[in-house]
């Protein structure tokens, strides 16, 4: 993350305020029955296809896991498999030697121009993730175990800033199964199981 001064409550809401719209997405990160962070996709262009991602992660321990393998895996499929996306970007701090070298395996390149930057703008394609993150995707399906197939929940809130309509517009597009469900929770969309053998 690269603010890191701490903020008064005050801040806290003028900053949410600030993101509170179509152009920025930010997902919790349950894990374990636990809300342990943030997955961030901000920056939008819906009509490019692209964002920049990041994660924000409560308990720093997670960080040498393979809790950020789980979550970067899902976030990047969901973007470029199931929405279309055609590139992803993310700014890492030119010291942080272990977040760099995370997301090189992941398939982020630096960009041009960005070797003196401190706050160094990194980007990845569909292409890029297929070809550089094939051993670390089978892992994560392998940690997932049988628990692999999408799921996204939209809330009433959702739909209130258009982001919700945004991302199931796209989702109709997507070639995998899906179903809709409408509950108390607001909407969930999921991925469908398919049965090998029909293929």
Not at 18 to 26: E, F, M, R
Not at 101 to 130: A, K, P, S
Not at 169 to 194: D, I, Y
Request: aromatic share 12%; charged share 25%; proline share 2%.
């Amino acid at each position: 993350m690269h603010y890191q001064t701490l903020i008064t409550p005050e801040q806290q809401l003028q900053w949410f305020n600030s993101i509170n719209n179509i152009q920025n997405n930010y997902l919790l990160i349950h894990y374990q029955g636990e809300k342990i962070g943030l997955l961030n996709d901000k920056n939008i262009d819906w009509e490019a296809r692209t964002s920049e991602s990041g994660i924000f992660l409560g308990k720093t321990a997670l960080y040498s896991t393979f809790v950020p393998y789980l979550i970067s895996v899902a976030g990047i499929e969901t973007t470029f498999f199931f929405l279309g996306w055609k590139k992803q970007f993310a700014h890492i701090l030119r010291s942080n030697a272990n977040a760099i070298r995370f997301n090189l395996e992941l398939g982020y390149h630096l960009c041009e121009g960005q070797e003196h930057v401190d706050h160094q703008r990194y980007e990845i394609t569909r292409e890029r993730f297929e070809k550089r993150a094939g051993k670390i995707r089978k892992s994560v399906r392998s940690l997932a175990g049988s628990d692999t197939l999408s799921r996204v929940l939209f809330e009433e809130s959702d739909y209130k800033t258009g982001v919700a309509q945004r991302f199931e517009g796209l989702l109709k597009g997507c070639s995998l199964p899906l179903e809709r469900e409408e509950c108390a929770e607001g909407v969930w969309v999921r991925e469908v199981a398919v049965d090998p053998e029909l293929k």
